[in-house]
């Protein structure tokens, strides 16, 4: 694979990166709809409510990492929520989605904050190993429970 860079996105990359989101959200929400992907990511971006990196090959993107902004009342300072991170299945396996992870990593250190957290698929259990090669483990402290609105949105 030639050098891969790692940049953060802008409305500007949104033809590179809107496809690779879109993919992601077939993969794991099992809909895929370019523009609704697509306008959805130029919002976050727009609104600078997410921070999305995402890495190239000359003019290709490979894959990218959204993150989202949290605050810790307990610790008074920024968490961020990794939400998405996805990589072409052709450049698997070559260290992509590991470079973006540690991007991800750089960025909540550069920024102050207290941590940096991800929800782990249950299909996926490759990835608790993934994670936790970059450091991450399970919470001593708190365990996720969610209350799902999804089938009243969608029924």
């Not at 999305?52 to 929520?81: D, H, M």
């Not at 396996?93 to 102050?112: M, P, T, Y």
Request: net charge negative; aromatic share 12%; with cysteine.
């Amino acid at each position: 694979m030639h050098d891969v860079t790692i940049a953060q996105a802008s409305t500007a990359d949104l033809d590179a990166v809107a496809p690779l989101f879109d993919a992601y959200r077939s993969f794991f929400a099992g809909s895929d709809d370019l523009a609704r992907s697509r306008r959805f990511l130029e919002e976050r971006l727009s609104a600078a409510d997410s921070v999305v990196f995402f890495a190239r090959s000359e003019a290709q993107a490979l894959g990218f990492i959204q993150l989202y902004p949290l605050w810790s009342s307990w610790y008074c300072r920024r968490v961020w929520f990794l939400s998405d991170l996805y990589v072409r299945e052709e450049s698997r396996k070559c260290g992509v989605g590991r470079r973006l992870v540690e991007r991800a990593i750089g960025h909540a250190v550069l920024s102050g904050s207290s941590s940096i957290m991800v929800e782990l698929p249950h299909r996926e259990p490759h990835l608790r190993e993934f994670y936790a090669t970059l450091g991450f483990h399970e919470d001593a402290v708190f365990d996720l429970a969610r209350r799902n609105f999804m089938e009243t949105i969608n029924g």
